[in-house]
């Protein structure tokens, strides 16, 4: 049985594998899984793409109050 495995850069572990011939995860659970395993292997980084990617998100908020 051959599979495809998604090893993590940092420390080598395995984030997600499947089943090679089957069907292939969506983006969102290899997403899931990849922020999942950031969180253990490295908090930092995984905080710094969370503030840069929802910065302003709540802008929109507070222009409704207006």
């Not at 850069?9 to 659970?29: A, D, F, H, L």
């Not at 793409?49 to 109050?65: A, C, P, Y």
Request: include cysteine; proline fraction near 2%.
């Amino acid at each position: 049985m051959t599979y495809v495995v998604y090893r993590c850069r940092r420390c080598s572990e395995i984030v997600y594998k499947w089943k090679k011939g089957t069907t292939e995860p969506s983006k969102i659970v290899k997403g899931a899984n990849i922020a999942l395993h950031m969180i253990t292997c490295d908090r930092q980084r995984f905080d710094a793409i969370i503030e840069e990617e929802f910065h302003g998100s709540n802008t929109l908020d507070s222009d409704k109050s207006k």
